[in-house]
């Protein structure tokens, strides 16, 4: 969903992506045999065409010298040439990778979060449509790290994020926003819908069975939830609502959802 540096994508040429995913896709062999088919023919035609041109000379010698330089050198350059092609797309493949997902727990990072939430944002202010933000807290986390350590910590961390994920719609952005810390941007979701999105999610992870050296260890979330309002002027406006939502959420005992503007999901306005 996201590109290296756009310094990079102007620099490179226009074919170079494309012929990237080609090789890749195809094998660096089979780029290899259809590179040297091309260049073959392309010289067999041309040594026909000066053949035709003078007026004289020999084809079959003409087609079997053309044939062996075009097939050999093709054969020797063409390889290392593909090489760097596959290098390069896989390349930039890593660096998309990294420069878009946490690596911890394969969601979205802040930055990447923060740039594909503001152009929704902007969409759906401009059009008036709806849109929710959560925050996501994951309770007690310190006190995982206190007593199983922190590489208990970053399994539990993946599999909030596993299962958060797993509740979520395509359309829907999840992303680590730091530490402990989720945010989702649902589009196209009014308040009540929101809601019930943060309550799904907070009983997937409540539901988890999750154990570390054979040791169950409880786990459990606090939400904050706020829906795009006339009021929100910029994204931040409406990510400082959720999180006012959140504290909320665990000032009220935690493992609970909490919504901006006086609106409660049902069951889950309670703290358990």
Request: net charge negative; with cysteine; glycine share 6%.
């Amino acid at each position: 969903m996201s590109t290296p540096s756009p310094d990079l994508e102007h620099d490179a040429p226009a074919w170079l992506p494309w012929f990237g995913h080609f090789v890749t896709r195809r094998g660096l062999w089979a780029g290899l045999i259809l590179l040297c088919g091309t260049v073959w023919l392309m010289a067999l035609g041309l040594s026909q065409l000066l053949i035709t041109l003078m007026g004289r000379g020999d084809r079959l010698v003409a087609t079997l010298c053309a044939s062996a330089c075009a097939l050999l050198i093709t054969g020797v350059f063409g390889y290392l040439f593909l090489r760097l092609v596959q290098f390069q797309d896989q390349t930039r493949q890593r660096v998309s990778h990294h420069a878009t997902l946490d690596p911890l727990t394969s969601a979205f990072n802040r930055r990447h979060f923060l740039q594909l939430v503001d152009r929704e944002w902007s969409r759906a202010k401009r059009y008036n449509m709806d849109c929710a933000m959560l925050l996501m807290d994951v309770d007690h986390f310190k006190r995982v790290n206190d007593t199983h350590g922190h590489l208990c910590g970053d399994r539990l961390l993946r599999e909030i994020a596993r299962v958060s994920g797993e509740t979520l719609r395509q359309a829907d952005v999840l992303a680590r926003f730091g530490g402990e810390e989720f945010a989702v941007f649902l589009p196209h979701t009014d308040p009540l819908g929101a809601l019930d999105v943060a309550e799904r999610i907070r009983e997937r992870v409540e539901q988890l069975d999750f154990s570390w050296e054979e040791r169950d260890v409880p786990v459990s979330v606090s939400l904050g939830v706020a829906s795009l309002q006339y009021e929100h002027l910029t994204l931040d406006h409406l990510i400082h609502d959720a999180d006012e939502a959140l504290y909320s959420a665990k000032a009220a005992g935690r493992n609970c959802v909490r919504a901006k503007l006086g609106l409660q999901p049902g069951h889950s306005s309670y703290a358990h």
